[in-house]
Nanobody, 111 residues
Framework: QVRIVESGGGLVQPGGSLRLSCAAS????????MDWYRQAPGKLRELVAS???????MYVDSVKGRFTISRDNVKNTVYLQMNDLKPEDTAIYYC?????WGQGTQVTVSS
């Protein structure tokens, strides 16, 4: 059973930065894709960024150029560096690996 532990959320002013971390443990195999999703109040959960074990990445258009996803395959950890944050980035951010979701971490962008 894979277990996920997320960290790094918080309150930041517009234009600020945060870095989210997600550590996955308990997998006997290497993890293929590792993803970050987010869900804002009253909205559907959306895929923000994804990274394969080979390092290929994808981003939703609204975060391109501002967010960077990376991973450490030895530690089974994925990161999301978020720069130039905007109020519309406010949401609960969830880490996802195949078959398992994290508990979510709140990101609030407000002055």
């Amino acid at each position: 059973q894979v277990r996920i532990v997320e960290s790094g959320g918080g309150l930041v002013q517009p234009g600020g930065s945060l870095r989210l971390s997600c550590a996955a443990s308990g997998s006997s195999r290497s993890i293929s894709a590792m993803d970050w999703y987010r869900q804002a109040p009253g909205k559907l959960r959306e895929l923000v960024a994804s990274i394969t074990s080979g390092g290929s990445t994808m981003y939703v258009d609204s975060v391109k150029g501002r967010f960077t996803i990376s991973r450490d395959n030895v530690k089974n950890t994925v990161y999301l560096q978020m720069n130039d944050l905007k109020p519309e980035d406010t949401a609960i951010y969830y880490c996802h690996v195949p078959g398992t979701w994290g508990q979510g971490t709140q990101v609030t962008v407000s002055s």
